[in-house]
């Protein structure tokens, strides 16, 4: 696996326990346990996010790089990791 | 993957009832113009564009389609809020109320229940950009006879603003098609 793609399960790892917490916290707003966890992984997310942002682009397009080219529309879309035309047939 | 945030794209704050609005303004929730069947058009056509301008633009509309869903929903259930029953039945929209109570759910204005039939996903993406300009198109004439019909402005004020957004996709989608076309190197002139 290349290194983008690694980085990119490990924030898909992290952000998929946040949101695993979130709905537990949802009803359970006042578990000191799980706010804990839910305040760990988001730091370790954001701290990713940060890394893989910078090296690879945007996640959202709310991620504007110090650039003069609108990078959100760039490969690889989820669907199409390989990027491009490949499996459309013209 | 999508991500929530507790606001609404355009404001909506309807302090006065119409139920019979409410039920008019529902056909763009679960209609055939309505923005359920724009989202899920353009989320399940997206798979099939050929670059990355067509996908990304495909992605961003049918996301920004979720939040005019979003809209809309807010409006019909501010349009019912509280309205008593007999009310509802002297106003002839009680046959939406004996099945669904106030609840917003996804048909058109007479009931009919939202379906997937309302929209096409094919491989060709010239013909699901074309299926797309016509939607923004009908959806734009919908919005319309809506503004038409109220004479809240808290009611026509969102609706205007989604009227302007199906102009904005539609011009969107006409760059979409000519880009496709010309990746696939058949032009044509419309």
């Not at chain 1, 988001?42 to 942002?53: D, T």
């Not at chain 2, 699901?128 to 919005?143: F, G, H, I, P, V």
Request: hydrophobic share 35%; charged share 25%.
């Amino acid at each position: 696996m290349d290194e983008q793609t690694t980085l990119l399960e490990q924030i898909m790892a992290y952000d998929f326990a946040l949101y695993d917490l979130q709905l537990f916290l949802d009803t359970h707003p006042s578990d000191a346990n799980a706010l804990r966890d839910y305040k760990m992984a988001l730091e370790q997310s954001e701290n990713l996010k940060r890394q893989y942002q910078a090296k690879y682009g945007p996640l959202t397009p709310r991620y504007l790089p110090n650039t003069t080219c609108w990078q959100w529309i760039n490969d690889p879309w989820p669907w199409d990791p390989k990027g491009g035309m490949n499996n459309v047939v013209l | 993957m999508w991500f929530y945030e507790k606001k609404t794209q355009y404001p909506v704050n309807i302090k006065k009832p119409d139920p019979r609005m409410a039920i008019n303004i529902l056909t763009q929730y679960g209609g055939p113009n309505g923005e359920l069947a724009a989202s899920l058009r353009y989320l399940s056509q997206r798979f099939s564009m050929p670059t990355k301008e067509t996908k990304a633009i495909l992605n961003d509309i049918g996301t920004e389609e979720l939040a005019h869903l979003e809209i809309i929903g807010t409006m019909v259930h501010q349009l019912m809020d509280k309205v008593p029953p007999k009310e509802l039945e002297k106003l002839h929209v009680d046959t939406i109320y004996a099945i669904h109570g106030r609840a917003v759910y996804p048909s058109d204005s007479n009931g009919v229940p939202f379906t997937a039939a309302y929209i096409e996903s094919m491989e060709d993406p010239i013909a699901n950009l074309n299926e797309d300009l016509a939607a923004e198109q009908k959806a734009r004439a919908t919005y319309d006879y809506l503004i038409r019909m109220a004479d809240d402005p808290d009611v026509i004020d969102p609706l205007r603003f989604l009227r302007e957004r199906e102009v904005v996709h539609y011009q969107r989608f006409g760059e979409a098609l000519r880009m496709v076309q010309e990746v696939m190197g058949k032009k044509k002139y419309f």
